[in-house]
């Protein structure tokens, strides 16, 4: 940690903020530039908050030299995490698909989706049991039922089944019924929620939040990793920013970027991130291309009767063509699907 | 609603969302101009999901004309909600300060905190039992024990207190101990929480998320009153943008957005938009200038030490001049704290 | 173009936006819904303002229909626009890409250059004579001097130039030396630059601004387009958001989107976006899976050495390998480099 | 600047660094922490690119710990910039208010105006003669006609008037006519502009582009100075984000901030910040009480047949209001209007 003193800091406030940096454990670096002197800060800076030192009169700035999480970093853990769910692999060779309705509306729906993408080559089912949704006056999901229907789709199917965990009350629900559990966006940073999932033996996708940053996404990764379970797919799916052509914008860098700070398999959700159905496609293989893991798609039989997420859910044909496109392009960086 | 369909749509087209909006219980209004036709849905489009039209192939956009929140509008109720919570009043001619610790750490600390914000004119105590941190390595708040010592607090002080719910299960408590529950920045869109607030009958702070719009804070807002729950105050307390010389922007034209749109109390968080305790008095006089009912800071008797939050906090003594100003800006718009 | 008015919009209020509608040309469409009375504007909405309505008190918002920029819409030209520069085509089945130092920073180092991005496939030199940087105190570019090396290194490859125009003045020495003229992100609102380029008779590269929507890029070459120049190649280049890990956020899915509403190219400049030379070749494989047109990318003999932007130019071997990668993805798509 | 390497760097690597630090004239410090060393380059690192490290394959990061502005910041000049103009103080005791219509439309419509703001107790003029224009279509100005009125309704009321400049080919024109030249939002980094009014004897007000940094500002602000012309006045005008219910959103806090780093003064624009006329007093007042030096407000006398902004000009009633408002609140922090 690198602390920067305001120009004109006195040597009793120089000595102050070295008998700090020693309260806590660290070794005290001392350096004195021709405009500002600078105390470096030697040792685990983790377990060191950058305000202790902030809120001293004397300081200008703090910077921090290591990154804040640690058992989700490349540094710790060099080779890539693959996951087992099942008979699928995620973070191997293959890209895996993990498609299905926004919602879980009914069992017939369900189970038609559900043979129609296992026919076009989806490696998973999704589906929500708990949706959250904007607004109090919209479907709130089947819960329980819902979940009894995804599971009742896996038996039929043979594809394990991804899906939501709304409240800490949940978790056991989950447990029972889905083989990966999902964290939303808007529930990124619930700390509560992922302090459960991390005490869970389940896999977790945690999805980036709307205005998270990479770094962010990663601490939040850490908290679930520092319970106890390092099964975490780490899923991009939008950011916001000032553009409105797309509902959000896709952070492509950012699965370059994550691939090289952490060793966990890395995502990428088109069909939230463009909000269109007809921008999937393209994302689909421009994420592949840029080194995606895997791509979780909203498949719809009617999306014209959706009671979610509509506008952005491919029907099976258009999913067979995104298929067969997304083939082709893992093929050129040497993946498959 | 008007739905702008493509150029080119043909008869049958235009005649299925003809049947669509029908159908749906709105009249239809049709309009063909010179480079489109434009089907108006007339009716309570709330109850219609625009992606409905949006996922038609003919459609080239959708825009509702009304609002999608309606308890919480400004149309439903023209005059400002004012709330008592104890002998205090949110939204009246007196601008409210709450004042108090990011954390609650220790009942000594606390108390004297309190003392300190009481004798300066704080109208209300905050404080935090359950805290929502970015690192899992973090202090977490002291949970019940904090909610007692809050409660000390106001005993003594006379002060109601405003605490922080993170978690679905913890509600019975903080109906408990608090008097005003406050929802995070991080919760505005954890629908179950705001569920649960919704059916309490305790006064609900509703804090803006980082990357949320003014329609989604009141589409949040609309949560919880549509349980029942009409006594819930707006907190602007900055946003998320590429500005990084404070921690989040204040978006200050909220406020008068704001009372333009709703009816319900708005204050605003200083201590969270800047991050910096030299910008927080300065902030809260622009947040006042600009109509805030109220302000919510964090004070600290001894910042360096906080657990939490110790660069945004104030010391006493600094906490007392913005006091001092803040008071003299109301006076200036017609108020006074 | 279509006028809601407020709630309780009087008789008079109506025929006074109905009187303005007329005045312009346009033709009244009259609906009255439940809760807001809506006014149709029917014909050439383009030549209206909407802040001609949104003044009007009795105007709650005006929501225009059509898109404000016709010469360069699919819908004016409805099938891509092929541009020959020499004897390349951008637009066509190559992607092209477009290669060389970010500065002219000598005439052998950018001879060294030329050659060798010419060995690995480049389609297109670039280097800047006249550069915007951020800090008055760096290297401003060789101005003329820049220019004729660059004319030098046309001349011994055979590769065709593109440079940036940065100033009204510079236009004629611009069009003396450079085969292609590009607009900076910078400059991509500087409406007397648009102009100049409008009416000069050479292909346009216009760079995305950083804070610009795809509706204001497109606005901006039908800047250059009114003035009779329609040769415009839209560069995306990243946008600025919160996200700090990446310089910009290269925004993918406005490939696909420009692609439905215009008819123009597109290329991506994945140099500028990420700001980081070991992202370029994973944002370029995912641009063309995109649907780029071409890749503009910064190349290095020695970077350590560049006088700027040094960090995110590829060396030769790193090059050469971007194009082997993007060959396979251009394959993949359909398409080749 | 902090020179951090990548876990595992060689001694041959350290050295390297090392000899790059030595070779740029400035001094080494070296210090190993447990998981990374870093290099400390002592001396005026303004003069030195953080890129020529960045480049280096053992570098992990580069930290610079000086402002990259010098003639602009605080720390070069302690006390506050007070510039005369005319009769007028700008940076003094006095918040000055700069008022007049978006455009110079015509000279019986500019008298009116500046007659009326006059009245109301502005301290300038304002209004375009060369107007940037999103749309290619709509109308641009007058150019040298429009700076004659406002000439004539400088003659006829005695204040000094600010005009924009767009093209460094009409530098001339506007020092002859303009007492202040304004560079608006979309040329803030429209280098060679700066550098044009940098060598002018004309105060300069500088306006923050939409995607811009306080930094960046101040480096823009830094161009000017670093070419002789000191007499520079910031302006806060709304900053681009995700909410849509203002056309900007007003960086209230960059006030304050911009105090801290800068002797020079700043002024608010609310007009352009929110787009709305209805805001513009609230916004005048906040800004204020957040520290301006000034505000810069639209004000036309028929905002429903001004040519450009209507819908954010006040009519001169409001107008007056405004000041009426902004003075009590400009005496609340010890200023008056």
């Known amino acids: 940690m690198i602390i920067v003193l305001k120009p004109g800091a006195t040597e009793r406030e120089i000595e102050s903020v070295e008998n700090r940096v020693k309260e806590m454990g660290l070794k005290v670096h001392l350096s004195k530039g021709v405009e500002r002197t600078i105390i470096g800060a030697i040792g685990d800076e983790r377990k060191v908050d950058a305000a202790f030192f902030e809120v001293m009169d004397c300081v200008e700035k703090v910077m921090p030299i290591l990154k804040p999480y640690k058992l989700v970093s490349r540094e710790f853990k060099a080779e890539d995490t693959v996951l087992r769910v099942g008979d699928k692999v995620i973070g191997g060779e293959e890209v895996v ?83 990966i559990i999902q964290i939303g966006a808007r529930n990124m940073q619930n700390f509560r929620l992922l302090t459960e999932v991390g005490k869970a033996d389940k896999p977790v996708i945690l999805k980036r939040g709307l205005s998270a940053t990479v770094h962010e996404l990663l601490m939040s990764a850490e908290y679930i990793a520092s319970q106890g379970n390092a099964k975490i797919i780490l ?44 921008l999937v496609h393209v994302l689909s293989a421009a994420a592949i291309a840029a080194g995606a893991d895997g791509i979780m798609v909203e498949v719809h039989t009617k999306p014209e009767e959706a009671l979610s997420d509509g506008p952005q859910s491919l029907r099976p044909e258009l999913f067979a063509e995104m298929m067969r496109k997304a083939g082709a392009v893992a093929g050129a960086v040497g993946r498959r699907i």
């Not at 069992?107 to 076009?120: G, N, P, T, Y």
């Not at 229907?149 to 043979?158: D, F, K, Q, V």
């Not at 797309?246 to 699965?255: E, H, K, P, Q, V």
């Open 235 to 278: 899923c991009e799916r939008g950011i916001r920013t000032f553009e409105t052509s797309t509902r959000n914008t896709l952070d492509i860098s950012a699965l370059p970027v994550l691939k090289q700070l952490t060793h966990l398999p890395v995502i990428v959700d088109p069909s939230h991130a463009s909000g269109k159905a007809d």
């Open 97 to 179: 698909v993990i498609a299905g309705p926004c919602s879980v509306e009914g069992r017939d729906m369900m189970l038609e989706i559900a043979d129609s993408v296992k026919k076009s080559g989806a490696a998973f089912l999704r589906g929500g049991a708990f949706k959250p949704r904007t607004s109090p006056y919209s479907f709130q999901g089947l819960g329980e039922e819902g979940l009894k229907i995804l599971a009742e789709a896996r038996e039929r199917t043979g594809l394990p089944v991804a899906t939501e965990l709304m409240d800490t009350r949940d978790i056991d629900l989950l447990i029972k019924y889905a083989d």
